[in-house]
């Protein structure tokens, strides 16, 4: 099978070229040029621009468990729409990827349901070693040093230093953290107690609860030379930190909607803007930006953690956790290229080739003959207004609805068969499970 996109722009890592790129057998074949391939379909993109695939490498898709919120289809049905063609998915689900026998089925439902491709995170436990260093296939381990949703701590400071050293010491996979420090968010909450206002939520997860946690998982990572991923980063305290260690071994990750959204933006949105870590301030929100500009902060994961809305509404107390963002990630970036915040180089850079270099995934993140075809076509000129009523997640709203964004995917292939065309899904499964190098 053969596909030939004609006339684009076509974004490589160091610079952009007009003209072809040839699919052939789900892969690139050729880049460039006027490419003549009889037999292949044609597909005219004058005017567009070819990106590779969006490397998702933290989601939740809810499943198993959760399914009311989000499954392995509508989760990777939103992910398409938004140009994203390859997911990692976190354990916090019901039960926890932490065993053999739940990293199994969970491998089953997603091969069973994904239309993108997908990565898999099996959960620390403290006493799950051996599962971890017996897993096959899995893309890293996550450690969650503060509660979060379907995740419970039940000793924070007892026995968290030893599984991190364990971990660190023992397997050469990447530490993935969640890093909040539980013992201050318990004591914050005590002081909070019976205040119902959202802002409250930076105040109890403020900038030292993560920060207390970054610095923490930072210097046993160094101690027993552990390869340490820091989950979206949220401080410019955490920024300053990370600017000591920069070598490949310690390195972290940015939400879109810290990013996009300051704690001013609680008098708005209110509970729909409660996610973990929480909001922060403009002067963090900056910090965040130079990091990625600068490059020392090498790629933007979403965390999308979708709820319904009726459960986001709730009270602060009541309200869980979390923001849908797969969907969303990719239009928000490419907006940023024509408010000359980023350029397209960097946009790739952060959604597509920094994750794939950070987990090691093999043929992917570039456009590069031999890798696969997984693509966003994207119209970096059209404009629309962001609706809840066209989210395809099964959560049925997004953080950004009301906002003017320019640049969307139009197309997304996956293994060089077209998924998405104009926001509708194409095709059907087509998810493979990432091979790391």
């Known amino acids: 099978m053969k596909t030939v996109l004609k006339n684009a722009h076509l ?23 006027s490419i003549d391939a009889p037999g292949a379909e044609e597909i005219d993109c004058s005017d567009k621009w070819v990106l590779p695939g969006v490397i998702d490498a933290h989601v939740h898709f809810r499943s198993p468990g959760y399914e009311y919120k ?37 491998r089953a439902l997603a091969r069973k349901g994904s239309l993108v491709n997908f990565g898999l995170f099996l959960g620390a ?15 890293g381990v996550k450690v969650y040093m503060g509660q979060t949703t379907g995740q419970e701590i039940a000793d924070p400071d007892e026995a968290l230093d030893t599984m991190l050293r364990d971990l660190f ?15 201050q968010i318990r004591k914050h909450m005590k002081t909070y107690k019976g205040e119902e206002f959202p802002e409250i939520h930076s105040l109890i997860r403020n900038d030292s609860v993560a920060y207390t946690a970054a610095r923490r998982a930072v210097h046993i990572a160094k101690k027993y030379s552990g390869r340490l991923h820091i989950c979206h980063l949220s401080t410019k305290k955490e920024v300053a930190l990370l600017a000591k260690y920069t070598d490949d071994n310690i390195t972290a990750e940015v939400a879109p909607h810290h990013l996009f959204f300051t704690v001013s933006d609680y008098a708005q949105r209110g509970t729909l803007l409660k996610m973990n870590p929480p909001l922060r301030s403009h002067a963090d929100v900056d910090a965040l930006w130079e990091a990625l500009i600068d490059g020392s902060i090498p790629m933007i994961a979403t965390d999308h953690a979708p709820h319904l809305k009726k459960e986001k509404l709730r009270g602060y107390w009541d309200a869980p956790a979390g923001v849908p963002g797969v969907e969303m990630v990719l239009p928000l970036l490419l907006d940023s290229v024509h408010e000359k915040m980023l350029d397209i180089h960097q946009v790739v850079s952060l959604l597509c080739e920094g994750p794939a270099r ?16 997984d693509l966003a076509v ?39 068969r077209l998924m998405m065309e104009n926001g509708s899904i194409v095709s059907g499964h087509n998810g493979r499970e990432v091979e790391l190098v």
């Open 11 to 33: 974004v490589l890592p160091e610079e952009t070229k007009h003209g072809d790129l040839l699919i052939e057998d789900g892969l690139i074949a050729t880049i460039g040029g």
């Open 70 to 106: 989000e499954d392995w289809e509508t989760g990777s049905k939103a992910a398409l729409a938004g140009g994203v063609t390859t997911v990692f998915d976190m354990p916090n689900t019901k039960p926890q990827t932490t065993t053999a026998e739940t990293l199994k089925s969970k």
């Open 125 to 139: 436990t403290g006493e799950n070693i051996d599962v971890i260093n017996e897993a096959e296939g899995i893309v």
């Open 169 to 183: 010491e023992r397997t050469h996979r990447v530490i993935a953290v969640h890093a909040e420090d539980e013992t």
């Open 358 to 373: 950070v987990y090691g995934v093999k043929n992917k993140g570039r456009l590069r003959e031999g890798y696969d075809a």
């Open 378 to 416: 994207v119209d970096m000129d059209m404009m629309r207004t962001v609706h809840n009523e066209r989210v395809m997640s099964k959560c049925g709203w997004t953080p950004y609805d009301g906002m003017d964004v320019r640049g969307w995917p139009i197309m997304t292939f996956v293994g060089g």
